[in-house]
């Protein structure tokens, strides 16, 4: 993060927590760089990012102040689970699933991060040398995936995961499939498994259909899951596996601290529960004080399963997933557990995505991600801010791209939807429970550019909720 960043950050954060209010004057470039111990440029640049976001604003002889439209929607306050599960038909499980598979790629509704923040173009240049080489060398894919590939993930995940080794990890077509392999690994029909809501789609589609038990544990916007609350349901639910999001939690953006993430780790070892620990958007974590951490640093029972990909960094053309075992499991091609499609794609497309990841080149990439999505997700959460009405609540993501919004009370996120589904604008809030809970709650992708048309769209919905406010 550059050093203006930190300063415009520490502002937002006043204006967040209401240390500063709509009309307070603002320090001088001057005194806010001897407060905060920055030099004059670093914070006359913070300033001007500000001035561009609509949070300051400049009085010519009287200096700087904040904005009038500098307003805070309230954030989720430490209230008991904001869901009411309700029974899940046949009917409405299929509904479901076709909703998801309607999304948008890209938007306000999107499932993905926008394409302009992905390396498409240097991807498939490395893809066209990859299946030149293929086609000359007749190469094929090992079942457990490219070895290149397998060797960059594990070295990735070796700075969080030291114990993790290249035999430890399986290259999947997608996070979903990797899921669907630690599944059909840990839980057999009619087994409960344990998982966090809202949830992604993602892992929604993926439960739903397999003949298991659901037991959801709320995941608070803010705070993540409540220890306490995890240690009851799994005395008194006969839970097979628990699936965790620790960071930058879809769609909340919260990431649990290192004290919930060792207790957890604790309390599910003690009863011997494996946790399949979803790493997916792991490398979208832009917030400094936010902790990077998996939960193998608290795991001494080789009990913690990892699935990750490459969906959210690269795009969905070039998403892979993997799954990363304990130390005492292992996999082989006859194993029941190893999905239906098999190897993970072909030759060409895991030796691109292997050659790009495992140069600086990547680094690089990811700095530059995340740089641009913290800015946009900033501006769409100052624009929500203006824009929706103060019935709403958001959350604070700490980093990814979806913000989520709990509604007036007498929204229908499900029926509002479906009246727009020639050109949707959020995504319900349904679509993130396997019991379709969180009727009033929508959530909104805001890895895209800011458009005109972009920022009329989000002005719609917020006049929309106000219409039930």
């Known amino acids: 993060m550059y050093r203006y960043e930190s300063v415009a950050g520490q502002v937002r954060e006043w204006i967040a927590t209401g240390t500063l209010k709509p009309g307070d004057r603002l320090l001088s470039v001057r005194d806010m760089a001897v407060k905060l111990g920055y030099s004059t440029v670093t914070v006359h640049q913070a300033y001007g990012v500000l ?11 009287s200096g700087f102040f904040i904005s009038d439209s500098a307003r805070q929607l309230p954030e989720f306050a430490s209230e008991p689970a904001d869901f009411s599960p309700e029974d899940t038909e046949p009917e409405a499980v299929d509904a479901l699933l076709s909703d998801f598979d309607d999304l948008p790629r890209e938007g306000l509704a999107g499932t993905a991060i926008s394409s302009d923040l992905t390396p498409a173009v240097e991807l498939y240049r490395l893809m066209s040398s990859a299946l030149r080489r293929e ?6 894919v090992p079942w457990q995936g490219l070895d290149a590939l397998r060797e960059v993930i ?8 030291p114990s993790r080794r290249m035999r430890d990890i399986t290259v999947t077509p997608d ?5 669907d392999l630690c599944l059909n690994l840990l839980a057999k029909p009619g087994e409960k498994v344990l998982v966090e809501t809202p949830t992604d789609p993602a892992t929604v589609t993926a439960l739903l259909g397999r003949g298991l038990g659901i037991v959801e544990i709320y995941s608070h916007p803010r705070f993540g899951l409540d220890p306490d609350q995890l240690e009851y349901l ?3 639910q006969d839970i097979a596996v628990c699936i965790l999001s620790p960071i930058n939690h879809v769609p909340t953006g919260v990431s649990y601290s290192l004290d919930v993430a060792q207790r957890l780790v604790d309390i599910t070892g003690r009863r011997s529960v494996p946790i399949i620990e979803n790493l997916a958007a792991q490398a979208l974590l832009y917030n400094d004080d936010a902790p990077v951490f998996d939960l193998t640093a608290f795991d001494s029972r080789n009990l913690v399963f990892q699935i990750g990909g490459f969906a959210g960094t690269l795009g969905p053309r070039f998403g892979v997933g993997w799954v990363a075992l304990p130390g005492k499991y292992r996999l082989n091609p006859s194993v029941p557990a190893w999905p239906r499609h098999g190897a993970a ?6 030796r691109a995505i292997a050659d790009f990841v495992g140069k600086r ?26 824009r929706f009405p103060d019935t709403c609540t958001v959350s604070r993501p700490s980093g990814g791209y979806m913000c989520w919004v709990r509604g007036p009370k ?12 020639d050109r949707p604008t959020f995504i319900p809030g349904p679509m993130y429970s396997v019991t379709r809970a969180f009727g009033n709650f929508l959530a909104l992708n805001l890895s895209s550019a800011w458009t005109p048309q972009r920022e009329d769209d989000l002005m719609d919905i917020g006049r929309m909720l106000a219409r039930l406010s």
């Open 410 to 421: 007498n929204f229908s996120a499900l029926s509002t939807s479906s009246r727009r589904r």
């Open 234 to 236: 799994l005395d008194t």
């Open 51 to 61: 001035q561009i976001e609509g949070l300051l604003e400049v009085r010519p002889r």
């Open 361 to 386: 080149s990547y680094d690089r990439h990811l700095h530059v991600l995340k740089q641009t999505l913290a800015a946009r997700v900033r501006k769409g959460m100052s624009l929500i801010s203006q």
């Open 154 to 161: 594990a070295r990735r995940l070796g700075a969080w995961a």
């Open 175 to 179: 996070v979903a499939a990797a899921l």
């Open 345 to 350: 794609g072909q030759w060409a497309h895991q």
């Open 135 to 140: 086609v000359a060398r007749h190469e094929e």
